[in-house]
């Protein structure tokens, strides 16, 4: 049996928690309500009265046959802008990827493809690859992009339009995320919640704040601010290359602005369970910038406030049915509240992804997994056993490697070409 004085600590503890997810809730509908969509602009405009710039569309692709290439290029494709180029780079692809590629370049000379180098030492597959893509460019705007994505026709001369009338030198935007199957729908969520929590999309476009945000899926660059940076040169070591093209260009005085246009582009992650167990390891420890103390930290945290209170409820639920005192009932109701406050949050986050509310049942089980990769982010890359992603390893050094704790300096070793 617990002690008296410790059970009341542990409620006192709950009741402190409910608090926490209380105003987790306040912030969640502040940050959700604040992220209005990026309306579809109107025909004409701008860009009728100014020339319309070129853009350069720069895509990477890896393996892609089993996805939504053909697609997302004939979305790009599609796009009502008048003055636009399609540079696909077939990134050392094992399957029908470079064929697919191919293909579509003879139905449609807007499309170009290059067949991907082996990165040089020091390189990671994707920053070279935009970077071969960067260099047969001839847009005085460039849009980074993957190709999972899907366009709407609007897209990119709403991107254009945005920028010239706010005069912005970078526009990147946030999609809807597609998701379709259990795993998904359990922990796409969560991350996207946090992503609201800690870089809410108001805070990430003021230009006092330092905080910067970048979507690999839809970067719109000025090409002269791509150069003041060192253009994806600068990025040649960087996992996160969007968040870290997005850092530097707000460091260097860029106007650097954030939308959300779930109505403009989509996309779907992962799939797959394994999918996001792999893209999301490859990623979670570069968030917290390689730092083992605040991956840990943040790590504990959420198995504390998230997760444990769950499974407290419960085991007192199982004791109270056993027979056991009605003491417990003192824990059961605020670490029970807790969960019902979770479940309120997630229901708004639910509804504005288009996902059934119901999964917002299932979010202690979210922030479970979110805690496991990213522990096992940590584990593998500080060990140096490595990160397996579309087929490539990262970080995989012989005894293991202490990562980089600056932002500024991420060398990861010789296995930097293998990505």
């Not at 209380?22 to 009265?49: D, M, V």
């Not at 999309?201 to 839809?218: E, L």
Request: with cysteine; charged share 20%.
């Amino acid at each position: 049996m617990i002690e008296a004085g410790a059970f009341n600590v542990l409620v006192m503890v709950a009741w402190a928690t409910v608090l926490l997810w209380l105003l987790g809730a306040i912030l969640t509908t502040l940050g959700l309500w604040r992220q209005r969509p990026l309306e579809r602009a109107a025909a004409g405009g701008i860009l009728t009265t100014t020339s319309a710039p070129l853009v350069s569309v720069l895509m990477p692709a890896r393996n892609e046959e089993g996805r939504v290439l053909q697609a997302c290029v004939q979305s790009l494709l599609a796009q009502d802008y008048g003055s636009f180029e399609v540079i696909a780079v077939n990134d050392r692809s094992t399957d029908a990827t470079g064929s697919i590629l191919r293909a579509i370049a003879k139905a449609d000379a807007r499309l170009s493809v290059i067949e991907g180098a082996e990165p040089p030492a020091g390189w990671l597959g994707k920053p070279h690859a935009l970077q071969q893509a960067l260099d047969q460019a001839e847009g005085e705007w460039t849009l980074a992009t993957d190709a999972d994505m899907i366009f709407e026709p609007a897209a990119l001369r709403t991107a254009v339009a945005h920028a010239l009338e706010n005069n912005y030198d970078a526009v990147t935007l946030l999609p809807h995320i597609v998701c379709l199957t259990f795993w998904e729908r359990v922990f796409l969520p969560v991350f996207g919640w946090f992503m609201v929590m800690v870089a809410p999309v108001h805070r990430v476009n003021d230009p006092k704040r330092s905080g910067a945000m970048g979507v690999g899926g839809f970067f719109l660059i000025r090409r002269e601010w791509l150069r003041r940076v060192g253009e994806y040169r600068a990025l040649r070591a960087e996992v996160a290359e969007d968040l870290r093209m997005a850092e530097l260009l707000k460091a260097a005085g860029a106007r650097l602005r954030i939308e959300y246009a779930p109505t403009l582009i989509s996309t779907r992650m992962q799939p797959t369970f394994r999918e996001i167990w792999e893209g999301f390891t490859k990623n979670l420890f570069a968030g917290a910038k390689f730092n083992l103390l605040q991956a840990s930290a943040g790590g504990l945290a959420v198995l504390l406030f998230a997760v444990a209170p769950f499974l407290v409820a419960m085991g007192c639920a199982i004791a109270l049915a056993a027979g056991a005192s009605a003491e417990w009932q003192r824990l059961l109701w605020p670490t029970l509240l807790v969960w019902v406050v979770q479940v309120m949050i997630f229901a708004l986050v639910n509804l504005s992804w288009k996902l059934p509310v119901a999964y917002a049942l299932t979010v202690p089980l979210g922030h479970l997994l979110f805690v496991a990769i990213l522990f096992n982010s940590a584990f593998k890359i500080v060990t140096g056993s490595g990160v397996t992603w579309k087929g490539r390893k990262l970080y995989e050094r012989a005894g293991g490697v202490r990562p980089p704790r600056s932002g500024k300096k991420r060398a990861h070793g010789n296995s930097l070409a293998d990505e």
